[in-house]
């Protein structure tokens, strides 16, 4: 989908964009993420959803739940559960940061893409807000418009 040139080539593997339609999106986190190798090879294999999923605190850690990787057919019985709990690698620091964020500002912490990058899995979480239904309709107008005026400028040039 998505490859950057260099040091930090990055192919993504997995990109929740409904997250962006209902949320606004303060702020975007790199983390990694604690998987098993049948994991590994369904997301590779893009087997995997994450439409449910969310990070949560707890006991000073972070973990994404609801996400959905199916099961490998060639791992047999080293096969992982598909919506088992599964481990962010933050920094202790930045997971109080994110913890106080969800818990007294009503932030939500959503994965936005899951990614390898030099080799490893990681997951874009992005501290989000809800948005309301007349902020939905406003991002709608305000993109049919710009739509519009592209279309003229297109028919005049």
């Known amino acids: 989908m998505g490859v950057?040139?260099?040091?930090d080539e990055i192919h993504v593997l997995l990109r929740n964009r409904k997250v962006r339609h209902d949320?606004?999106?303060?702020e975007t986190i790199e983390a990694g993420i604690e998987l098993r190798g049948s994991e590994v090879k369904s997301l590779r294999a893009s087997q995997a959803s994450m439409s449910d999923a969310y990070a949560a605190s707890k006991?000073?850690?972070?973990f994404l739940q609801q996400l959905q990787i199916n099961e490998y057919p060639q791992a047999n019985c080293w096969n992982h559960p598909?919506?088992?709990e599964r481990r962010l690698l933050?920094?202790?620091r930045e997971i109080e940061q994110l913890a106080e964020a969800v818990d007294e500002r009503g932030y939500a912490l959503l994965p936005?893409?899951?990614y390898l990058k030099r080799g490893r899995v990681k997951v874009l979480l992005g501290?989000?807000?809800g948005k309301k239904l007349h902020d939905k309709r406003e991002v709608e107008r305000k993109r049919e418009t710009?739509?519009?005026i592209a279309r003229e400028l297109g028919r005049r040039g």
């Open 4 to 7: 950057k040139k260099g040091d």
């Open 23 to 26: 949320y606004f999106v303060e």
């Open 59 to 62: 006991n000073g850690e972070l």
């Open 82 to 84: 598909p919506k088992r």
């Open 90 to 92: 933050l920094h202790r």
């Open 112 to 114: 936005l893409e899951i």
């Open 127 to 129: 501290l989000c807000k």
């Open 146 to 148: 710009e739509r519009e």
